[in-house]
């Protein structure tokens, strides 16, 4: 039960930016990554997408033949064996990819957030710059962040070219 006095769930530590990317790559380096095959980089893409009944049925040739063991460096055991490890490391993409889509998301969430603190800021900047007291200390502030925003600003249209009157 979330919020009792007598709950002694660990809280989760929060890291900073730089310590989820050291650990990043500290995971990076734990992760074993094969050697792509001896195949040009174009054909290589369609291997990856194999029929997967198909490579169960290649798997089984391969188990039944010492001659196509041979002939390909493997034995069906090996290949079920990397096989699998495919499909299990397909979880990890999975979860990395929503992982990106989440920090990406909590990114913008952070821009958002300044974004909207700055636009405040400029604009209490400009009332508080009515009161001569405050005035001179926010005038190069107020004139810098006037020149910057992007907001405020009617955009100029470009001139337009009289028309031709018509014979």
Known sequence: MSGNINDTSPVPVMLSPEEVVVQLRGLRAQIPLPQPP?????????????????????INAVGVSDVIQTAI?????????????????????DELRSLLREI???NIQRRQRVGLAALQTYKICEQLARDE??????????????????FGRARR?????????TP
């Open 38 to 58: 001896a195949v040009p980089a174009s054909p290589r893409r369609k291997l990856a997408n194999v029929d997967p009944q198909f490579i169960a049925a290649a």
């Open 73 to 93: 460096g493997r034995t069906d055991e090996d290949l079920r064996l990397e096989n699998d490890s495919a499909i299990r490391w397909t979880a990890v993409a």
């Open 104 to 106: 990406l998301q909590a």
């Open 133 to 150: 007291t405050h005035a001179t200390r926010l005038a190069a502030h107020i004139g810098e962040m006037k020149k910057l925003n992007k």
């Open 157 to 165: 249209k470009a001139p337009q070219p009289d028309p031709q009157p």
